[in-house]
């Protein structure tokens, strides 16, 4: 998301300058305005996906898909089934 001249305004916050510049070597940015912008463009991009990922997720469920653990990786961490009804 790139920055508008009429959304943004000048702010004054006490930050950790380790994050900042922590952020900012992930980020490969050059200035601490730029780093804060990328990191909170991330924030919100991901938690758009996630909203996104559990809407899905949860429309797959109502639709009574039956997933079948053909490597029972599921079956080793689930708690045990419960008995099926005929």
Do not use: C, F, N
Request: avoid cysteine; glycine fraction near 4%; aromatic fraction near 4%.
């Amino acid at each position: 998301m790139p920055r508008t001249k009429d959304k943004s305004r000048h702010k004054h916050y006490v930050l950790d300058e380790a994050k900042i510049l922590h952020a900012q070597k992930l980020l490969g940015t050059k200035t601490e305005t730029e780093t804060i912008e990328r990191a909170l463009d991330e924030v919100i991009t991901e938690r758009e996906r996630q909203r996104v990922a559990w809407r899905s997720h949860a429309r797959l469920l109502k639709s009574g898909i039956q997933i079948r653990d053909i490597y029972g990786v599921l079956e080793e961490t689930a708690a045990p089934a419960e008995p099926e009804h005929p």
